[in-house]
């Protein structure tokens, strides 16, 4: 099992920045590939940005590109999701999630693990 803890999220205004980080515990020694996900109210669960267990892959939705990256140290087993130029659209719950390959993906489903989540708000 692993487990995985989000932090990093909160209010911030409309062209600011936050810094998403993802602790992953339990059996972390696998090569895991990992993402972030969010959800906002009412809509369905939609893949931000995954990250390959070398760090030499990465993707992200076309709505993020050039504000996002995702990033990981797999020493500390953490994963990050850097978030510049932030919009009220993208206001959401953002999950962290691992799986038990090391290549990306970019469906839910493909996911084994999964994190709480952190509230990330954009206000205009």
């Known amino acids: 099992q692993v487990q995985l803890v989000e932090s990093g999220g909160g209010l911030v205004q409309a062209g600011g920045s936050l810094r998403l980080s993802c602790a992953a515990s339990g059996r972390t020694f696998g090569a895991y590939a990992m993402g972030w996900f969010r959800q906002a109210p009412g809509k369905e669960r939609e893949f931000v940005a995954a990250i390959s267990w070398s760090g030499s892959s990465t993707d992200y939705v076309t709505s993020v590109k050039g504000r996002f990256t995702i990033s990981r140290d797999k020493f500390k087993n953490t994963v990050f999701l850097q978030m510049n130029s932030l919009k009220p659209e993208d206001t959401a719950l953002y999950y962290c999630?691992?799986?038990?390959?090391?290549?990306?993906?970019?469906?839910?489903?493909?996911?084994?693990?999964w994190g709480q989540g952190t509230q990330v708000t954009v206000s205009s």
């Open positions: 999630a691992a799986r038990r390959w090391s290549t990306i993906a970019t469906m839910s489903g493909e996911y084994d693990y």
